[in-house]
C-alpha cells in the first residue's frame, strides 16, 4: 500500500471537511464518490471533502476520507510534521490525529465470498 503524506487538513467557510494530499498518485481520487460513503474529490483545490457535520462528527469524517482512499485507491494518507491545519479548533486537531495514530483499515468482506 502507498503512503501518501497530506499537506493540509481543512474546515472550510461552509463546514466541510477538507484533506489535501501532496500526490494523487493513481490519477483516479476524482472517483472517490464510488465507495458510497459520502467522500468527495474536488478537481480545481485538489483534495477530499465531505460534507459539513451533523449525525456524522469531523473526526468520523477523517476516518471515512481514510477508509475512501484505502479501499478505493490502495492509499494510506498520513499526516505528516508538515501537514498544516487551517480553521481546525485545536482540540479537533489533537481528537483526528489520535484517531489517525489508531487507525487501522478493516476492509469489508464481500457479500459474494
Request: glycine share 4%.
Amino acid at each position: 500500500m502507498q503512503v501518501v503524506p497530506l499537506s493540509k487538513v481543512r474546515i472550510d467557510e461552509v463546514g466541510q471537511l477538507r484533506v489535501t494530499p501532496t500526490t494523487n498518485p493513481s490519477k483516479m481520487f476524482q472517483f472517490a464518490y464510488r465507495a458510497d460513503l459520502g467522500v468527495y474529490w474536488d478537481i480545481e483545490q485538489q483534495c477530499f471533502y465531505t460534507p459539513a457535520p451533523g449525525v456524522i462528527s469531523y473526526t468520523d469524517w477523517y476516518v471515512l476520507v481514510l477508509d475512501t482512499a484505502n479501499s478505493e485507491f490502495g492509499c494510506s494518507l498520513r499526516i505528516t510534521e508538515h501537514t498544516e491545519w487551517e480553521n481546525v479548533p485545536l482540540a479537533l486537531k489533537q481528537a483526528i490525529r489520535l484517531r489517525a495514530q489508531n487507525y487501522r483499515w478493516n476492509p469489508k468482506p464481500s457479500p459474494y465470498g
